[in-house]
């Protein structure tokens, strides 16, 4: 969900917020050059990081109300009896979410998959007219997506502790994860769990965690489909079956729940994207002068080159999620500091120097998005 409209007001902590998050970041890069030229036990860098990732937890939600979106969204269904993905929640402005969610999705349906929303009910349900259990709960979540993504990139990667310190130790994961409760670290914690059990010849349960992610939101599709490449290039196998099982299982709960309406999730998603975000990369082009047709036709070519790019590379045996994460930030016509997610925990867990080096760039382009100043 976008966060542009209806983030909390740092009124004038905003500025001395951002400040201590930027010497957060220079800290961490320190760290990690650190962490190069001495070998650390991979120990010692997992318990920093549960630190650093579970200190936001403390406090309130930060920066973003997308978590109490979630709630909403999850109240419209289990609460409400209604459908997420055909009612707005400007139909239903007595519900206590509703002066705590983003105002302007008030009159929009759900954007997030069908496994995302079922979820969401059951969030619903737990926290009751709570805002703030809904809140630490999504948070929670979030926070153990990161941590899930650490550990993971890690059994991954060569080079354990750089890997872990690379995702765990981020200050911009902490914040808007533990922070802000985003579900993004979720669906690359289950990316990176398809990728580790596909490694230890789970091919099934590889299989169902790469549903899962799917269902959650869509970026998974770009890395699903590229491994599906190597896969028949190599000639692997694969769990097809746990995928499927697990994919009409949430399609027929589902549908069960709310029709076939699930699937207008990808209109809004269309319609946000359209609109575009200041710090997306199309959008800085704009500013530069170019018109929005054209800024419009150079992202999506250089997201069809690129993808064509990783396409034969994964053909040829070397799959880089790192890097194609790194193009979905490049062409995204709506960018959000959570969505460097989508990168680093990738890149770490592939060893990608040069993936990594383009995703901690983007971290510290993402630092100022969403403050208020």
Known sequence: MPAEGGRADGGSLGTLFLVLLVLAFAAYLAALALLRQRREALRAVLIGAVVIQLIPLAGPLLISTDAWTYWEYGRIAAIHDADPYVDTPNEFPDDPAYDKAGADWRDTTSVYGPAFTLLSELVAVVSGSSAAAAAWIFKVLAALGVLACTVLAARLARDKPYAAALVGWNPLFAIHFAGGGHNDSILIALTLAALTLAAAGRRQLAGAAWALAVLIKWVPLVFFALRAVAARASGRRVGHVGFAVTAAAIVVLATWRYGVDWLRSFGPLARNAAEQSSYALPHRLEQLGLPHDVTFVLAAAALVGGLAWLARE????????????????????????????????????????????????????LLPQAIPL
């Open 314 to 365: 994964a053909h040829r045996g070397r799959v880089r999620l790192g890097l194609a994460g790194c193009l979905l930030l490049a062409t995204t016509p709506w960018l959000t500091p959570w969505y460097a997610i989508w990168a680093v925990p990738l890149a770490a867990a592939e060893d990608d120097r040069r993936a990594q080096l383009i995703s901690l760039g983007f971290c510290a382009y």
